[in-house]
């Protein structure tokens, strides 16, 4: 029992914040459903960087999403004042008992000491500032083991909310316009759900990336098995390159959808396939969260800490000593080994345990 535990009942509205990437907004699902969960008469709301906003959009448990964009610094000085007040004008019309503040981002702890929640909650670090600045603190996690979907929830822990194994599910909602969108794709190319296998080989951070020439050969062999092969990236220019290195060097054709889709489009499309096949990326955590066994690559990533959660999976590593390092490629040399040695039989293999399930 936490002595200091905060009294739900008493919880009108609460504030959810993560100012992360898409991955890690989307794995702080678990938070706003074990919330809801224990609180079922507050309003959850949550605070997202507005291009993160479709991990979130439509979940069942948040009232209200608001955003920030990143974009506003760019706009000029007066149109950023407008735009923040905006956002701190209507936070506070919110009202919010209780803020949950996920990341060491001290915009949160700005926002928490201007909204004067009775309760809140952060990561425990140093310095006068964030000290004041909150009610309760949780440890930080750095051990390699916990995956951060537990260390997101020990802010819950914290005050008092013990998460049940129901919550810690992940979900991602797609939304009707993208099923709709995908449906019309799929008929237009002929897929058939359940019976394509989806290839997001791509992420931002190059250096988690796979070679090209290996995408291809693992995409021919699952051809070969008889499956079709869907490709996807981001509109990046250095995402849609290795796509076309990938279709170059395949002797089949594997459909290219790379650039075409947004982010819940993706999700619409991942949710029917039969296996999906990528790295460590938001892509990977939103087919697991749309409960598509996954085969997912890591290399100087945590995959204990970052793996896919609560889906059939299989991770696929190279025995590197080292590994992972957090690095960016060895030696911050942009170039992974542990990712370029890393083989298409074991890759394969994965796929192979997984199909087969």
Known sequence: MVEDAVPLAEVRRALVIKLRHHGDVLLTAPVLATLKRAAPGCEVDALVYADTAPMLTDHPAIAQLHLIDRNWKRQGLVTQARAELGLLSHLRARGYDL?????????????????????????????????????????????????????NLDALRRIGIQPEPADKRVAMMPGAAAEVHVGTLQREHGLEPGR??????????????????????????????????????????????????????????????????????????????????????????????????TVALFGPSGDKEWGPWNVAHRVVTADFS????????????????????????????ACDELLSA
Request: glycine residues 6%; hydrophobic residues 45%.
């Open 322 to 349: 080292c590994r992972p390092c957090g690095l960016d490629g060895c030696g911050g040399g942009k170039v992974s080994e542990c990712l370029t040695t890393l083989p298409v039989e074991k890759v394969l293999a």
């Open 99 to 151: 803020v949950v503040h996920l990341t060491e981002h001290k915009r949160g702890a700005w926002l928490t000491r201007l909204l004067q929640p009775r309760w809140s909650v952060a990561p425990k670090q140093k310095g006068d500032f964030w000290r004041a600045s909150f009610s309760h603190f949780y440890p930080r996690s750095n051990h390699p083991l916990r995956h951060t979907v537990e260390s």
């Open 196 to 293: 394509y296998i989806h290839l997001h080989p791509a992420s931002r951070w190059l250096f988690k990336c796979w070679p090209a020439e290996k995408v291809a050969a693992l995409a021919d062999a699952l051809h070969e098995q008889g499956w079709r092969i869907v490709l996807t990236a981001a509109p990046d220019e250095k995402e849609k390159a290795l796509i076309a290195a990938v279709l170059a060097a395949a002797k089949t054709a594997p459909l290219d959808l790379s650039g075409q889709l947004s982010l819940r489009e993706l999700a619409a499309l991942t949710a029917q396939a039969r296996l999906f096949v990528g790295v460590d990326s938001a892509p990977m955590h939103i087919a697991a969260a749309m409960g598509t066994p």
